[in-house]
């Protein structure tokens, strides 16, 4: 875990993985309802996002009961206006999550092909219970969804397994996600990590909705490590986001896309998903680490066009060296042009043809 000078974390570990500005993005592959309640279903997808590149697979544990309660009332059902999936719209809350949710039983399951798959397997608790339920299944984290991020007790709960926390922080207020990291860290978290997140549930990404210089005031003002979860569809704003320094891409994958899927529209396919993996890797060998002076055998090469000192007349041994008989030339084999003025007014060792490089060696 590496420390900020307060003793706050700014690069959290799980696993063996470690997480920061420093180290590669993680790239989650959430898998919400896309298995549309098929376990064979959740199974291939998970193994369609091993093959895309994902570092880890993501569940959400809930039940109807545990999201709200079963009623007609008009208040429980999904408004018809704003950028809420058609899918979704009309729809009985209780009956929507009661058609989304992931069987509890089948975690267990999941976890141990994700892992022997090589990918790291997390899940997204709703309740109290649902925490309980994945402390018994050892995850090696929580990730917290936008919508609970001001769920006080549940952030309480998580905080107190001592384990690290992805907290997404969607439509919070600067207050509210003050109020959220204070009782992340009153109550234990040492390793946050805060997700700027879109919860447009747009097609394609826009700039009304992305607002990617969020996740970087993230990072500033809640002393933090920072990244995004994407939930519109398309890949060129996780793809910038991870290019701006995001430790963490969150990203809908669906094994392939059928509108009848109820996250269908902002959800990625193999390939799609694949690709969006592929670009943010190749911009990491892009933006490599902090280096300075040559960093190729082509750089070393052509640092021999600088300019450098020459004689630019013949001189003869004992003749002072001046303006009139040496310059600054192409290329660098001579002295460096630091050393210009020392040289000058000195005199010549030996005689120097034109076109030789100086060195202190062929001067008194």
């Known amino acids: 875990m590496k420390e900020s000078g307060n003793g706050i974390a700014k690069e959290i570990t799980i696993g063996t993985r470690k997480i920061g500005s420093d180290h590669p993005c993680f790239i989650i592959a959430e898998v919400s309802c896309n298995h549309q309640q098929k376990f064979d279903q959740a199974v291939e997808i998970i193994k369609a996002a091993v093959e895309a590149g994902a570092d880890a697979v993501k569940l959400q544990t809930y039940t109807p ?11 429980f059902f999904v408004a018809g206006e704003g950028d809420n999936p058609d899918s979704w719209k009309g729809k009985n809350l209780y009956n929507l999550y009661k058609e989304a949710y992931t069987p509890w039983d089948w975690q ?8 022997e798959l090589g990918v790291m397997f997390l899940s997204t608790p709703f309740d109290l219970t649902a925490v309980d339920f994945l402390e018994k299944l050892d995850v090696p984290a929580y990730k917290i969804s936008a919508y609970e991020s001001t769920f006080l007790p549940l ?6 397994t001592k384990k690290p926390i992805i907290m997404s922080v969607g439509f919070a207020t600067v207050e509210e996600i003050e109020l959220s990291v204070k009782t992340l860290r ?3 978290a040492r390793e946050i990590v805060l997700l700027h997140c879109t919860t447009s549930y747009k097609e394609q990404a826009d700039k009304e909705s992305s607002n990617l210089r969020t996740m970087l005031d993230l990072k500033e003002r809640f002393n933090v490590a920072s990244g995004f979860s994407d939930n519109m569809g398309g890949i060129d704003a996780p793809i910038l986001a991870a290019a701006m320094g995001a430790c963490i891409i969150e990203k809908h994958i669906v094994l392939k ?3 009848e899927i109820l996250d269908d529209r902002f959800s990625l396919d193999k390939e799609e998903f694949a690709v969006m993996v592929q670009k943010i890797r190749r911009n990491e060998e892009l933006m490599g680490k902090t280096k300075y002076g040559t960093r190729t055998d082509a750089e070393a090469h052509n640092k021999n066009l600088r300019r450098s000192i020459f004689a630019i007349k013949d001189i003869k041994c004992g003749e002072k060296i001046t303006s009139e008989n040496i310059g600054c030339i192409r290329p660098a084999y001579g002295l460096e042009t630091k050393y210009w003025k020392q040289i000058l007014g000195k005199k010549a060792a030996t005689d120097i043809e034109m076109g030789t490089p100086l060195d202190w060696n062929l001067v008194k």
């Open 155 to 160: 952030l309480e709960r998580v905080s107190k």
């Open 108 to 115: 267990p399951k999941l976890k141990k092909i994700a892992e």
């Open 257 to 259: 896309h059928d509108e």
């Open 186 to 188: 009153e109550n234990g």
């Open 65 to 75: 009961d545990t999201m709200t309660i079963d009623s007609d009332k008009k208040w």
